[in-house]
């Protein structure tokens, strides 16, 4: 088996226990957080109901026109800026509380940006 191969099976697993404990309810939906080669994505989930609340990524209009001379949106500046956006929304329809699934991803750079930029403006996990 290839070496990327593996890697993509550890982190499905990893993605997999981790979803059994971090679940989504009404009073405390799930945001789920996701980096790609290019693009970061969020979702504030309801897994009891499977709805998406909000829901937001770089490839959205105002990130895009903010950062219109950027190759690659998934750096510490836009996930501030992605942050801002959707805790704003958030706050807007009434989810103050949220429980953080990184998606297998450690606590540093990027997602410690955005969750600490997320605490900073009104969600608390």
Do not use: C, W
């Amino acid at each position: 088996m290839s070496r990327e191969k593996v890697k993509l099976i550890k982190k499905a697993r990893r993605i997999r226990r981790i979803k059994k404990k971090v679940v989504g309810t009404d009073e405390r939906p799930r945001m789920a957080f996701t980096k790609t080669n290019r693009h970061l994505h969020a979702q504030i989930i309801n897994d009891m109901k499977g709805v998406t609340i909000v829901g937001m990524s770089t490839t959205s209009k105002e990130i895009k026109d903010a950062f219109k001379d950027k190759k690659s949106l998934k750096n510490k500046d836009v996930a501030k800026k992605l942050a801002e956006l959707i805790a704003k929304k958030a706050v807007e329809k009434n989810v103050k509380k949220i429980v953080f699934d990184r998606r297998g991803r450690k606590y540093m750079g990027v997602v410690k940006i955005f969750a600490d930029t997320l605490r900073e403006n009104g969600l608390e996990f």
